[in-house]
């Protein structure tokens, strides 16, 4: 399953830091995940403070 940053990110950046292939940039208003990079371990979502991480 793919994962996806919602609207919920606040950007402070901990998901792309955890990131172990560093699939995730910064984008307008939040992160976003570069689905064609990652590898779908899930420390993106392990890590991210307010949940905005969710397997789509």
Not at 14 to 37: L, R
Request: aromatic fraction near 4%; charge should be negative; glycine fraction near 8%.
């Amino acid at each position: 399953m793919a994962y996806v940053i919602s609207d919920e990110c606040i950007q402070c950046g901990a998901c792309a830091s955890n990131c172990p292939v560093e699939a995730i940039k910064e984008g307008d208003g939040k992160f976003v995940i570069d689905q064609d990079a990652c590898v779908q371990c899930g420390a993106c979502a392990s890590n991210c403070p307010v949940d905005a991480i969710k397997e789509d």
